[in-house]
């Protein structure tokens, strides 16, 4: 499958090749997850129900992305650009080295950042990637070091034989090894990046960076605890309940954001702050949990940076107050606003809602003031998804709508689209592997 | 280009040749002068009517003759063993770090640089290190730990004030000088470690790719290498930091002397972005058709370079 993304490259790059392969790797992909063992490796690559499940969303996204701008079809860059990303995003789900998942870990920044450079909208952009970069980077280049040593010290690179060795390390550089990943998730406290570029990436930037950046942070610390042998500890739990708060406090910003991207990039925090608790406390049910929010995230998420989009291309604006009424203009448009923000606040039958689940009990386990967070959290992550929808769809229809285009058959069939890997509820038995 | 330049060209050629492969300590000095020699004259290729190249090149010959002179009198000292102190050695680390653009002596490389053509400019910043690096190496590996540390603490330093004054500059050659300034910084710990000539020669390669591409005028391969002299990971440049960071992990120096660097890294990278933005926003979408083809595979290596070693 990464040869097919990577042999691509080298043919001509037009929005219908590039649209091929990824259908075709994301077949591929899927049929990835038909696997009879938990995990199978060799000398570079190593797949597990993890990350199968990773390289499934990030081909899907990727075609997502694709398929919803249909009128990038004249630059073959921002093809490329797409391109080169998924490549590197399944090569990081699916690297056997710690080495080789940190080099592709960072290296999917580059093609991010040549889509919000390349592609954006304000002059903001500029320093909305520099701030993307130097989060990141910053947070990552302690964690390089301490990835050597490790390695130097284990004599090995390969994450299964650094998880049999058992050597122990200080307790401080617990801080180190989940903070770059912390950072990417991100962790409330250091999300500024997140809003910025966001709100400046265009809408397959902002499709991907939501949908499997963030994932790639949630996966790193995965990767993280199986490659240190990693026990919650007192810095995991200070770490823990930080990022609990963050997320109840992220689920505040929400409900006071104007802009839509930077609400549903504040939603995302929230959402990831599940992510990273049920991760770092290493339990089964944790980790299912986490796996599903990321799944469920991953394309609900999406789906919002979709619909905001696509309304901002009715309204010319951003601003939620400016955007009201839609349902008078556009009711195929509200109807799939209303499915996507009952999925983002975890509706009954939806994956969202057995994530929070399982992670709510985790969370019990360790300690009832957490759970009491949690269920604030959601409280609220429900109170932003009704205002959201509400306050976008109903009322009088505002003077900006009046003027703009019709609904095209590409938007809905990207909409669409995005129920489709919320299916895999169907399929529970991925999850518990 | 006069035909004197070509006799130039093999003069400051010859020298660094004749420093490595010499025994005897006055020709390893010699060597470093004949290349000095060389490129002096060298300095002024391409001059226009109003060029800074003359006052740089005149700058360059004041402080590198000074570098010269105290490396001379200091080398003296220390190989012929007239007196055994630790003054003596500092001062042949001060006359290097004068002659490789170091933190205590790296003041004169954006200022000088910022003048220069880029084939002199390519030179000064590559070909003319390597008898000095090749010298650090010998002082370091022969004398005591303080004399180690020392260099560690210089290297770190160079790379922090590297990154400091190119967040300074608003232009590009200044820019690139204390890029150079930076990663000669880099340098001097692999010197200490272990994994030094590998860094320098990806070094001289990105720095060389980087070149040609401004030359030419190609934004968006000069935009990314821009990107790639920072040492992020998909590029080559990042193997090289890997190397010097697992050596000197191994040889068990203290992990306080790799914050400096890190530090350093990180500080560069802003500027780095911000040469990136302005070259990427200039180059026009599709900017593939219209190029040499020769250069592509080379910029594949210099931009994928980390992806080889998925397959070797």
Redesign the interface.
């Known amino acids: 499958m990464i040869s097919l993304i990577f042999g691509s490259l080298f043919l001509y790059f037009s929005w219908g090749t590039v649209g091929f392969c990824f259908i075709l790797s994301s077949l591929v992909s899927m049929s990835l997850l038909q696997q009879n063992f938990s995990s199978s490796m060799n000398m570079?690559f190593s797949l597990n129900y993890f990350s199968v499940l990773m390289i499934f969303l990030s081909c899907i996204l990727c075609l997502l992305a694709l398929v919803s701008t249909p009128y990038e079809k004249v630059?073959?860059?921002y093809s490329i650009c797409l391109l080169v990303l998924c490549g590197?995003l399944s090569?990081a789900f699916s690297m056997s080295n710690i080495?080789?998942f940190?080099?592709?870990?960072?290296?999917s920044?580059?093609p991010t950042l040549?889509l919000i450079?390349?592609w954006g909208y304000q002059p903001e952009r500029?320093q909305a990637?520099?701030y993307m970069?130097?989060y990141t980077?910053?947070a990552s280049?302690?964690l390089?070091?301490v990835l050597?040593?490790w390695c130097?010290e284990n004599g090995s690179m390969s994450i299964l034989m650094l998880k049999n060795m058992g050597f122990s390390f200080p307790i401080f550089l617990t801080v180190v090894i989940y903070g770059a990943f912390l950072v990417k998730l991100p962790m409330y406290s250091f999300h500024l990046w997140l809003p910025k570029a966001h709100v400046e990436a265009p809408l397959a930037g902002s499709m991907i960076l939501a949908g499997i950046l963030l994932k790639l942070g949630g996966y790193g610390i995965f990767v993280m605890n199986n490659s240190f042998c990693m026990s919650p500890n007192s810095v995991s739990l200070v770490i823990i309940s930080l990022s609990m708060w963050g997320g109840f406090l992220a689920t505040m910003m929400c409900l006071r954001q104007v802009d839509v991207k930077a609400l549903v990039a504040y939603s995302s925090v929230g959402h990831m702050s599940i992510v990273s608790s049920g991760l770092i406390l290493d339990q089964t049910w944790g980790v299912t949990s986490a796996l599903i929010t990321m799944l469920a995230h991953g394309a609900s998420s999406s789906a919002l940076f979709c619909l905001a989009y696509f309304s901002y291309t009715k309204s010319h604006t951003r601003n939620i107050p400016y955007m009201k009424g839609m349902l008078q203009m556009y009711p195929i448009l509200s109807f799939a606003w209303f499915v996507f923000c009952c999925i983002n606040m975890a509706a009954p039958p939806t994956l969202n809602l057995v994530g929070e689940l399982l992670v709510s009990s985790v969370l019990w386990n360790y300690s009832y003031l957490l759970a009491v967070v949690m269920g604030l959290m959601v409280f609220f992550s429900a109170s932003y998804n009704m205002y959201l929808y509400s306050s976008i769809n109903h009322g009088f229809h505002s003077n900006y709508l009046t003027g703009g285009t019709e609904l095209k058959s590409f938007e809905k069939l990207s909409l669409f689209l995005h129920l489709m890997p919320l299916l895999l509820l169907f399929k529970g038995t991925l999850f518990i592997l | 280009m006069s035909s004197a330049n070509v006799l130039f060209f093999f003069v400051m050629a010859f020298g660094p040749i004749v420093s490595l492969s010499s025994s005897n300590w006055f020709l390893v000095w010699a060597g470093i002068e004949i290349s000095f020699l060389g490129l002096v004259p060298l300095l002024f290729l391409g001059s226009k009517y109003m060029s800074l190249n003359k006052e740089a090149g005149l700058k360059y010959f004041c402080i590198q003759a000074l570098g010269s002179a105290l490396l001379f009198m200091s080398g003296v000292v220390m190989y012929f063993d007239v007196v055994d102190s630790l003054v003596f050695s500092v001062l042949f680390l001060f006359s290097l770090s004068i002659k490789l653009g170091l933190f205590p002596g790296h003041f004169w490389v954006p200022s000088i640089v910022a003048g220069l053509e880029w084939i002199p400019c390519v030179l000064m910043l590559t070909w003319q290190k390597i008898p000095p690096f090749a010298l650090t190496v010998s002082l370091v590996s022969s004398s005591n730990y303080l004399l180690q540390e020392l260099v560690l603490l210089l290297g770190g330093m160079s790379a922090l004030v590297g990154g400091l004054i190119g967040n300074n500059q608003t232009s590009l050659r200044p820019m690139i000088g204390a890029s150079s300034v930076a990663h000669t910084g880099w340098a001097s710990v692999g010197a200490v470690c272990g994994s030094l000539w590998l860094y320098f020669i990806l070094y001289c390669l990105v720095l060389v790719f980087t070149a040609s591409f401004l030359w030419e005028g190609n934004n968006l391969l000069s935009s990314m290498s821009i990107?790639s002299l920072s040492g992020?990971?998909?590029f080559v440049m990042?193997s090289g930091k890997?190397m010097i960071?697992?050596s000197s992990?191994?040889c068990a120096i203290s992990?306080k002397f790799?914050i400096l660097p890190?530090l350093g890294?990180?500080i560069s990278?802003?500027f780095y972005?911000?040469f990136l933005?302005s070259f990427?926003?200039n180059s026009e979408?599709?900017s593939?058709k219209s190029n040499i083809s020769w250069i592509l595979p080379l910029a594949f290596l210099n931009l994928a370079g980390?992806g080889y070693?998925?397959f070797l």
């Open positions: 570079y630059a073959s860059s590197v090569l080495i080789l940190y080099i592709f870990f960072e290296a920044l580059i040549m450079i390349g500029l990637g520099s970069m130097l980077v910053g280049l302690p390089l070091v050597i040593w130097v | 990107l992020l990971p998909p990042f890997w960071i697992k992990l191994c992990i790799l890190i890294t990180f990278l802003i972005l911000k933005y990427y926003l979408k599709v593939f980390v070693i998925v």
